[in-house]
């Protein structure tokens, strides 16, 4: 068992009449990269902000390490530490250099001195192809696709046990779209567990261990990427892949 990171059962999110999420369980493992696919609107990214509690989730539990993180008393600092966050639309605070940017949390949240706290910002920063010559410019200096690179360096400075990418390329130009997924390629490669809000279906046909189809807020299919994107069971699947992989 020990090498289950998260354990979702039975989770819903209602805002009012509107059910976003109907019953949906997952297991995570240690290690595993998982894309969720599906149509806007099918509850992917209310999905993955549930599970790191941006969201609160109506009825169901998320059990980490075992652990019920909904259950009155448990700290939730610990368990949003390791479970790190990259958004769509970068989330830099835009005051700070890049350097600043990959050390704020650290120094904050896990109260690492300056020094130490640097080193593993720059060592983060060159992992995602940010070299010095960029650490003393600000976001508004940046390309899409370094800033965004800026926020999975910065995802990876708090040493979380997983990070979830809720549709990090969609801001992005076109040209800019395959450097991130290139960092996140060998991020994948290097045994970082992964969960994946995305539209590119290429990436996580060639990164996954596990795809996940979403369709109105439930899980309609889900499978290895080569049962998902070459046999799909579900019509509902099939007919979203049309439309992508034409």
């Given at each position: 068992?020990?090498?289950?990171?998260?354990?979702?059962?039975?989770?819903?999110?209602?805002?009012?009449?509107?059910?976003?999420?109907?019953?949906?369980?997952?297991?995570?493992?240690?290690?595993?990269?998982?894309?969720?696919?599906?149509?806007?609107?099918?509850?992917?990214?209310?999905?993955?902000?549930?599970?790191?509690?941006?969201?609160?989730?109506?009825?169901?539990?998320?059990?980490?390490?075992?652990?019920?993180?909904?259950?009155?008393?448990?700290?939730?600092?610990?368990?949003?530490?390791?479970?790190?966050?990259?958004?769509?639309?970068?989330?830099?605070?835009?005051?700070?250099?890049?350097?600043?940017?990959?050390?704020?949390?650290?120094?904050?949240?896990?109260?690492?001195?300056?020094?130490?706290?640097?080193?593993?910002?720059?060592?983060?920063?060159?992992?995602?192809?940010?070299?010095?010559?960029?650490?003393?410019?600000?976001?508004?200096?940046?390309?899409?696709?370094?800033?965004?690179?800026?926020?999975?360096?910065?995802?990876?400075?708090?040493?979380?046990?997983?990070?979830?990418?809720?549709?990090?390329t969609s801001a992005l130009d076109p040209e800019m779209v395959g450097e991130v997924l290139k960092t996140m390629q060998d991020l994948a490669k290097s045994g970082l567990t992964m969960i994946i809000v995305t539209h590119e279906m290429e990436f996580a046909r060639d990164v996954?261990?596990?795809?996940?189809?979403?369709?109105?807020?439930?899980?309609?299919?889900?499978?290895?990427?080569?049962?998902?994107?070459?046999?799909?069971?579900?019509?509902?699947?099939?007919?979203?892949?049309?439309?992508?992989?034409?």
């Open positions: 068992m020990s090498d289950i990171i998260l354990e979702i059962n039975h989770l819903k999110k209602s805002y009012g009449q509107n059910q976003v999420l109907k019953d949906i369980s997952l297991q995570v493992k240690k290690g595993e990269v998982i894309s969720i696919i599906g149509s806007s609107g099918s509850g992917k990214s209310t999905f993955l902000r549930s599970i790191n509690l941006l969201e609160t989730p109506t009825e169901g539990q998320i059990l980490y390490h075992g652990q019920d993180v909904l259950a009155k008393g448990y700290d939730l600092t610990t368990y949003r530490e390791k479970l790190g966050m990259v958004f769509q639309s970068f989330n830099l605070f835009n005051n700070l250099n890049v350097l600043e940017n990959a050390v704020v949390a650290q120094t904050t949240v896990l109260k690492r001195d300056r020094g130490e706290a640097e080193k593993i910002a720059k060592a983060n920063l060159e992992k995602v192809g940010l070299g010095e010559q960029y650490w003393k410019a600000k976001p508004s200096q940046l390309s899409g696709g370094q800033k965004q690179r800026v926020a999975i360096a910065r995802a990876l400075s708090v040493d979380p046990e997983a990070i979830l990418f809720d549709e990090p996954s261990d596990r795809v996940i189809f979403m369709d109105k807020g439930v899980i309609a299919e889900q499978g290895t990427p080569q049962q998902i994107f070459e046999n799909p069971q579900e019509e509902r699947t099939k007919e979203f892949l049309q439309r992508f992989l034409r």
